[in-house]
Nanobody
Framework: QLQFVESGGGLVQPEGSLRLSCAASGFTLNYYTIGWFRQAPGKERVGVSCISTSATNYADSVKGRFTISRDNAKNTVYLQMNSLKPEDTGVYYC???????????????????WGQGTQVTVSS
């Protein structure tokens, strides 16, 4: 059964850093795109970044600040977040695309297996 466990969130001051982890189980990570998404209070879930077998993709708002990576041996995907801003605040989720070869989209349509998320709060 497809399952994700997100961790690494917390309270951080502006310009600080956090590293999120997404531990996957129930499938072989190697073949699939994994995405990170953020949902702020009262807002819709938005795509932050994704990583396929051969490429990465980032929302414009995080380019140059966030880096996504994967460790297939550990079945884990990471999101290194630097120079954090208050607008990065929200619950961060990871999920998997439905099909192999689905590319690296930032829309949450076509992803499934949502975990419980990890809260990131950027505030002074």
């Amino acid at each position: 059964q497809l399952q994700f466990v997100e961790s690494g969130g917390g309270l951080v001051q502006p310009e600080g850093s956090l590293r999120l982890s997404c531990a996957a189980s129930g499938f072989t990570l190697n073949y699939y795109t994994i995405g990170w998404f953020r949902q702020a209070p009262g807002k819709e879930r938005v795509g932050v970044s994704c990583i396929s077998t051969s490429a990465t993709n980032y929302a414009d708002s995080v380019k140059g600040r966030f880096t996504i990576s994967r460790d297939n041996a550990k079945n884990t995907v990471y999101l290194q977040m630097n120079s954090l801003k208050p607008e990065d605040t929200g619950v961060y989720y990871c999920a998997r695309v439905n099909f192999v070869g689905a590319g690296c989209p930032l829309s949450d349509r076509g992803y499934h297996g949502w975990g419980q998320g990890t809260q990131v709060t950027v505030s002074s």
